[in-house]
């Protein structure tokens, strides 16, 4: 069975920097695309970045220049640092992995966490 536990997060002033890391566990021999969603109150959950096995990355737009994405394909984790953290941050993020089995990719989500940046 798959796991992803998301750690990090937490409260925060504007400006001010987080990071997250997700450690993806179970019977899985190569994760494809990793990465970091958000979903805000009353909004739908918005791609952050992403980043596949070989390292190319994509990010919103909201967030270029201040986020970074990082992997270690060894540790099957993710990493998400955030800086200069704003307002509109604030959400719950979630981890991602796509992962093929048997010839099918599957997307496995992890719990979500919390990041509240104060004004």
């Known amino acids: 069975q798959v796991q992803l536990v998301e750690s990090g997060g937490g409260l925060v002033q504007a400006g001010g920097s987080l990071s997250l890391s997700c450690a993806v566990s179970g019977s899985i021999f190569i994760i494809n695309v990793m990465g970091w969603y958000r979903q805000a109150p009353g909004n739908q959950r918005e791609l952050v970045a992403h980043?596949?096995?070989?390292?190319?990355?994509n990010y919103a737009d909201s967030v270029k220049g201040r986020f970074t994405i990082s992997r270690d394909n060894a540790k099957n984790t993710v990493y998400l640092q955030m800086n200069s953290l704003k307002p509109d941050d604030t959400a719950v993020y979630y981890c991602?992995?796509?992962?093929?089995?048997?010839?099918?990719?599957?997307?496995?989500w992890g719990q979500g966490t919390q990041v509240t940046v104060s004004s």
């Open positions: 991602h992995a796509s992962i093929p089995i048997r010839s099918v990719e599957y997307d496995y």
């Open positions: 980043i596949t096995r070989g390292g190319s990355t």
